[in-house]
C-alpha cells in the first residue's frame, strides 16, 4: 500500500518503480502544484480583480400585467472577469451574472427579527447597505462508477469523476452600527508606498504576516470564507422617515467600488509607469 502519509502541501510524492499508489497519492500530487501556485500569485500579485467583473444596475422595466411584477426585473449585473482570492486562487467568470436585487431586499428585510441599522449619510438620507462578494467554490462533476469509499454504503457505487473550478457571488447585507459609519472595506496589503528602502524592507517583513485583525473586518460577521474578494458596496435608498425599511420612491441605488482591491499586470504597468 502506499506510504505517503502527510498531508502538507509543502510535500510531493517520491516516485519509485514497484510501489503502490492510491487516490491520495494523486490528490497529494495535485495538492502540492496547486498550492505552489497559489502561494506565488498570493505573495507576487495580492489579490483583488485581475480583468472585468465590471458591477452594474440593471433597472426593471414594465408592468407584466401576468404576474404584477416588472420584466425585466431590477438586476445587479456582473460582468464576466477574472479575480485572485486571498488564497491564491483564480476565480474567473465566463458569462453575465444576474442577482435579483429587489428580490434580495425584500428577502433580507422580511426576516424574523431583522435588525439591521441602516446608513445615514451627512445629508440625511438613509441607506440600505450590502457587500458583494465573489468566492471560490469547488464544484463536484462527471459521476462514474467506482468502489465505495471506506465505512460507506456499499450500494454506493457512483463517485464523482472531475472537480470543476467554479465561483459564487454573495451580496450580504452589513449592519451600520453606528448608522452614520459604513462597515469597513478591504484593506491595502501596503499602506502607503515606502520613502526609503528601510521603509521597503519594514514592508516586506510585515508581509508575510498570516493572520491580520483588518482582514476580519471587511467581511460581515459570520462570513464563514475570508478568502472572497470584495467587488462593490451596493447602497439602496430607503424612505426619509426613521426606522423605516422601505425603499424610497426614487428607487436609489449606488454602488461604490473605488476601493476594490486589484491586481494590475505587469502590461499595464507598463504604459502607467513613467518611461
Known sequence: MSTTTSVSPSQRVSYRNGILLDASDFQQEQQYHRSRLALAL?????????AGLRVERGAPGAIDPATGE????????????LALDRAGRLIEVKTRQCLRLARWFAFQVAQPGAVLKPFVAANGRRFFVGDLFLRFKECAQGLRPGFPEPA?????????????????LQLVPRDCDPETTLPAVPARRYSAAPATRAALLTAIYAAY?????AVDQE?????????A????????????????LNRHASAEVILEDLDRP??????LLRHVLPA
Not at 42 to 50: D, K
Not at 70 to 81: D, K, R
Not at 262 to 267: E, F, R
Open 42 to 50: 498570493s505573495q507576487i500579485h495580492g489579490f483583488g480583480t485581475i
Open 70 to 81: 416588472p420584466e425585466p426585473p431590477e438586476q445587479l449585473i456582473v460582468h464576466p472577469g
Open 229 to 244: 474578494v470584495f467587488l462593490c458596496r451596493v447602497r439602496l435608498r430607503l424612505a426619509d422617515t426613521a426606522a423605516s
Open 219 to 227: 467581511y460581515p460577521p459570520g462570513f464563514a470564507d475570508k478568502t
Open 262 to 267: 486589484i491586481v494590475t499586470s505587469t502590461d
Open 152 to 168: 460507506a454504503d456499499a450500494t454506493d457505487a457512483i463517485v464523482p469523476s472531475r472537480t470543476n473550478d467554479a465561483f459564487e
Open 209 to 213: 504576516e498570516q493572520a491580520s485583525p
